[in-house]
């Protein structure tokens, strides 16, 4: 591993002051936050990310979570992903985000994993995490051989010629559903970001995933008050049962009513170049009966744009049983 300078500043300010000296919060960035380190310093072992400053930001005061005035939640940047699995405020009013942290990697990282590590972990595609490969994500204009390569695990939603390559999050899959806020502060100040707008489609700029310049520090994360009487699932197909990826994953946030669906909030994982939010399902299932057809019709509306690659086509289908089948649990639970 190459050499790096690493600094504990004394308050998110002074953290904020230090990080503003990089060039880019992209990839290729001089300067790092590091919380949990699993995504990072496995990065920087591979020496895909080779910061020459480490931000420690452990010791900020960002580790709670507490209700807001508006009667939601507020996370904190680096309450750990098993502390909030665990909450008794998230197990009660935001199961799907319990079940999607619970379904992620193993029990040992997620005591590690923060909040703000989940929201901006890296892509899982083999080309970015090896050097000797090209990859448009880790050197803009080098190439993507997972377009004509191994692609059984990447996405076939949102994306481009420049790169296909899946956001791994669970986390972020049920925050999409939940209608998450991000909250930032940067060196001109604090802002909130829908999560919606927060990853970046990768377009012909790969190397560009998220919204935040130089300096932005994530302090927390806030939820909505809860919907009364909704219904909450989140749903992972992967590999093995355990310490893996998605292909597939659904979070569904559902109101029924008298037989009908009033109110869906629907996100899928696994599938995406970011947490995929599915507006097109939403739409074909609100106001529809809440029986198996009626899901099945969203399933293929929330699908319908996707482009398979050589080897993850499997993935439309597997998609489409997922986020049905995950309607049809939350609307017989
Ligand atoms: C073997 C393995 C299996 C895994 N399986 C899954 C899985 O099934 N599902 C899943 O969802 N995830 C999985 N993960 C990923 C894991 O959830 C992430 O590594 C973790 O959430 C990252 O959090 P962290 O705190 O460790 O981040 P770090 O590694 O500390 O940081 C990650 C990035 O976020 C930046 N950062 C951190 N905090 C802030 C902040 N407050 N403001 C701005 N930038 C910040 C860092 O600079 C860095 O770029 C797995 C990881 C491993 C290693
Ligand atoms: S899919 Fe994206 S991350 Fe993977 S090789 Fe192509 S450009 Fe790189």
Not at 66 to 71: H, M
Not at 152 to 160: D, E, H, I, K, Q
Not at 204 to 233: C, F, K, M, Y
Not at 300 to 327: T, V, W, Y
Request: hydrophobic fraction near 40%; include cysteine; glycine fraction near 8%.
């Amino acid at each position: 591993m190459h050499t790096f300078e690493f600094v504990r500043p004394p308050d998110s300010a002074a953290a904020v002051a230090t990080a503003a000296k990089a060039k880019t919060a992209q990839q290729g960035a001089d300067v790092r936050f590091i919380a949990g380190g699993t995504t990072l310093l496995d990065l920087m072992k591979l020496n895909v990310e080779t910061p020459g400053r480490l931000i420690d930001i452990n010791r900020l005061a960002l580790d709670k979570i507490e209700p807001t005035p508006e009667g939601g939640l507020k996370i904190g940047a680096t309450v750990r992903n098993s502390d909030l699995a665990h909450h008794p405020a998230v197990q009660r009013d935001y199961a799907v985000l319990s079940q999607a942290l619970l379904s992620g990697a193993s029990a040992q990282l997620r005591n590690m994993a923060t909040t703000a590590g989940n929201l901006l972990q890296r892509t899982r595609c083999m080309y970015f995490r090896d050097t000797a490969m090209s990859c448009n994500k880790r050197e803009p204009g080098t190439g993507c051989p997972a377009i004509t390569g191994s692609n059984r695990m990447l996405a076939v939603l949102g994306t481009s010629d420049q790169c296909i390559a899946t956001n791994p999050s669970d986390m972020c899959v049920a925050m999409a559903a939940l209608e998450a806020t991000i909250h930032v502060q940067g060196p001109k100040g604090q802002r909130a970001i829908p999560i919606g707008d927060f990853h970046l489609l990768p377009g012909s700029t790969p190397n560009r995933e998220t919204v935040l310049e130089p300096g932005d520090l994530i302090t927390h994360v806030t939820l909505p008050p809860p919907v009364a009487g909704n219904r909450q699932v989140y749903l992972k197909l992967r590999d093995r049962a355990s310490y893996e990826f998605a292909l597939a994953s659904a979070a569904v946030v559902v109101t029924v009513a008298g037989g009908k669906v009033t109110r869906a909030r629907i996100a899928l994982g696994g599938v995406g170049t970011k947490p995929w939010r599915s507006p097109e399902a939403e739409a074909a299932l609100v106001g529809q009966a809440a029986n198996e057809a009626s899901f099945r019709k969203a399933a293929d509306a929330a699908m319908r744009d996707a482009k398979p690659q050589s080897e993850n086509g499997f993935k439309i289908e597997l998609a489409k049983r997922c986020l049905a089948h995950a309607l049809q649990t939350a609307a017989t639970s």
